[in-house]
DNA sequence: CTGGAGTGATTGACATGCCAAGCAGGGCGT
DNA sequence: ACGCCCTGCTTGGCATGTCAATCACTCCAG
């Protein structure tokens, strides 16, 4: 599935496996195992090339099965990015949950 | 970095290593030497991090180093998540972000 | 004071990611 | 026919991810 993807990527751009391995720094053998799906790549050859393909580190973390499609429209966006926020510290981050949630609920019982 | 970030994520979730390993299935000790930053975790594991703690997987891989920076969730991503949450109704909003912008404000000028 | 039950950390072994070297085949010019 | 350069693929081995077992510590009940 990933691997696949990736290959047709490298297709469309026209690239062979050599020329890919030059941009990425990462041995051409390798990456043909990886189109393959003989092995599953780490996090920093992934982003290698995603940045080599000019794809969207995203849309190849879904493909992946990393990303489930529309999470980061998801519900819980809004807790994940507080939670996530270190410009907060960790009182203020409790805090402006329970006024989060406690919104959320108000609108959940109005229907 | 990555590392520090998944061991405060946990903390505030209030998880035991053990805890956090039984909800992911991965080990503890390699939990507590992923969090001291002594190995780089698969992808894999990564994602069954984000999940068991809540945490939006984009925002992990944006502490990973995976999402070079401002490329899709920066400092603004709580202010984003937050306006476009439709749960919240427009006042609800507003207040919600009046308050998390008072709390950035206090942090920087404490510096 | 003693003994569980919880916490995080260390270690040694196995599985997997990743690469250098080399192989097999396909065009194309001589 | 040869030889060259390109393509993708196989293999052996080192580096690293991952786990089971175990350790040292703290805290609290008996």
Known sequence: MLGGFIRAQRQVANLSLRQLSA???ISNPYLSQV??????PSIRVLKSIADALNVSAEILFEQAGLITGTE???????????????RLTEAQR????????SYVEDNREEG
């Open 23 to 25: 941009l990425t720094e």
């Open 35 to 40: 189109e393959r799906g003989l092995h599953e």
């Open 72 to 86: 980061k429209l998801g519900d819980e966006a809004t807790e994940s990015a507080i939670r996530a926020d270190q």
């Open 94 to 101: 409790t805090a402006l949950l329970a006024v989060y949630r």
